[in-house]
DNA sequence: TCTTACTAGTTGAACGTTCAATTTGTCTTG
DNA sequence: CAAGACAAATTGAACGTTCAACTAGTAAGA
């Protein structure tokens, strides 16, 4: 048990600016995109990592790993998905257990449809506002961050269907 | 109708990675959260911002203001918090149409048990990960990125009661 | 004063996410 | 080739959030 070390004032203020920012930024994203493509920023994701997939089909826990989405997740979400015609469920002869999820062409373009818009918002809202080289401290800073806790996340996702 | 400026190379990777730090660092502070002290990190913000205020009370605005919360998602949250006994809704004698919301002592000391354990999670995920030079350059990076975001989240609080 | 416009806050329904099963199929080892 | 352990994916209930009304009180102008 050993003490807690609290935060000083200055890291104080950076966690508090850092919870502003990317909780607007989040926010904001997602009004955009649910106000010009009628999607949560999730699906968003979703559909860019089946689009970049060989055939543009993956199976669900490589569309869950891509997308970082739990397999609950990622199963409510494609269901969704299903039901507007965006993406289709194809069996797996391999593992008959397993089922594919496949881009459907209304799906296609549909995330064809909503890109611009998108890249458009994270451009004004990210990349205008910061210099070059805060961009490239981003990029580090980010990495830094998801490289620790990549561990832990591997974990969570691998306790999800043993418990 | 201008041309869409994609993102380069740099900038896609970046973008990335962010996603990935954010989201990640959200998720997991949530995770802890949840488990060490059975709340979301929405509701550990509310508390924070009733113990910090005069007598540890706000108006119902000013505390959704102050946690960045809608006026509806606010109003929930209080209902919630208000059935585990962590805050009292008082009425508000100069507005009768207000109400306050006020930190019960029991809701006093449950933020006051889960702070250590968050500050912890913080440190561990955020500070103890970058260098001195970085936490300055993401306060400076968060904050352009919140200075520029402000505008456009006060309108959105201010469009709320309209339409 | 009456009427209209506005503001504070709440509510219920719809949505997306989490959590804890559950189903179905594969792998392993005796 | 059984038997149990394990893996892929789905499901329903509970939760938190959003959205669009809605209630009730205040402010302003005629």
Redesign the pocket.
């Known amino acids: 048990m050993s003490e807690v070390r609290w935060l000083s004032d200055e890291e104080q203020a950076v966690w508090r600016s850092y919870l502003a920012a990317t909780t607007m930024l989040r926010?904001h994203i997602?009004?955009r995109l649910?106000?010009d493509a009628q999607?949560?920023?999730?699906?968003y994701e979703v559909l860019v990592a089946l689009s970049e997939a060989p055939d543009m089909k993956l199976?669900?826990?490589?569309l869950?790993d891509a997308s970082r989405?739990?397999?609950?997740?990622?199963?409510?979400?494609?269901?969704?998905m299903e039901r507007s015609g965006w993406i289709s469920?194809d069996d797996?002869d391999?593992?008959?257990?397993?089922?594919?999820?496949r881009l459907t062409e209304k799906g296609f373009a549909v995330i064809h449809a909503a890109a611009p818009d998108h890249v458009t918002t994270v451009r004004e809202a990210l990349f205008d506002v910061l210099t070059p080289e805060q961009v490239r401290q981003l990029g580090e800073i980010s990495a830094a961050i998801a490289g620790n806790l990549a561990g832990e996340c591997a974990k969570v996702r691998a306790e999800?269907?043993?418990?």
Chains 1, 2 share one sequence.
Do not use: F, I
């Open positions: 926010e997602e009004r649910q106000r999607m949560p920023q999730t699906y199976r669900m826990s490589e869950a989405s739990s397999r609950s997740k990622l199963s409510h979400a494609v269901n969704r469920r797996c391999v593992d008959r257990r397993g089922s594919w999820a999800e269907g043993t418990l």
